[in-house]
């Protein structure tokens, strides 16, 4: 077929096709005027807010806010006071007491008669032998079991309130 003939059938259907979408649309405009009847808008005023009132600090009618609060307690009294656990203040420390507990792994266990210890591997590669009443990590941690699979650990760290808490925790067996 001509290209020309093709140019022009293009051109007649577009034609054609315009001229059908120009019929009377009052119908749609009719749905469109009572659409904007139905749903009017309203807009509540803005509230009213009372005005900003500034706040004075009077230190001396207040408890410093950089202190933890200790119900009314100094903290020498409380310290005094309390009775919980402590880290023993004259013991040696321990080798394996300067590495994070994170970075220190069990990579085996060594029984010998009726004495089971722990292998304790250390960030330098040094590997220790562990058994209960060793201690190991920062955070005071003593060694309460070695296992086959893991060596249990309760740690005591300080609770914020010049006091100490117990917490579990464990060293499991990794291969390398």
């Given amino acids: ?30 749905f469109v005027q009572q659409t904007k009847n139905k749903h009017q808008g309203k807009v509540d005023p803005l509230p009213e807010f009372p005005p900003y009132e500034n706040f004075v600090y009077a230190p001396e009618q207040l408890r410093d806010p950089f202190k933890p609060q200790t119900d ?26 300067s590495f994070p507990l994170d970075s220190l792994k069990m990579v085996g266990l ?13 960030p330098n590669g040094t590997i220790h032998r562990v058994q209960p009443g060793n201690y190991a990590g920062q955070n005071n941690g003593k060694i309460q079991t070695v296992g086959e699979a893991s060596i249990d650990i309760q740690e005591l760290i300080p609770d914020g309130l010049s006091g100490w808490v117990n917490r579990k925790a464990k060293l499991a067996m990794r291969e390398e």
Avoid: F, H
């Avoid at 001509?2 to 749609?28: E, R």
């Avoid at 310290?79 to 880290?87: K, V």
């Avoid at 060594?110 to 250390?122: E, F, H, P, S």
């Fill in 72 to 97: 009314q307690m100094s903290s020498s009294v409380v310290a005094a006071e309390y009775t919980g656990p402590r880290p023993e203040a004259g013991r040696r420390k321990e080798p394996l007491e």
């Fill in 110 to 122: 060594l029984q010998q008669q009726n004495q089971t210890w722990g292998l304790v591997k250390d």
């Fill in 1 to 30: 077929m001509n290209p020309k003939i093709k140019y022009l059938a293009l051109l007649a259907g577009c034609t054609v096709g315009l001229a059908g979408c120009a019929q009377d649309m009052s119908d749609l405009q009719a």
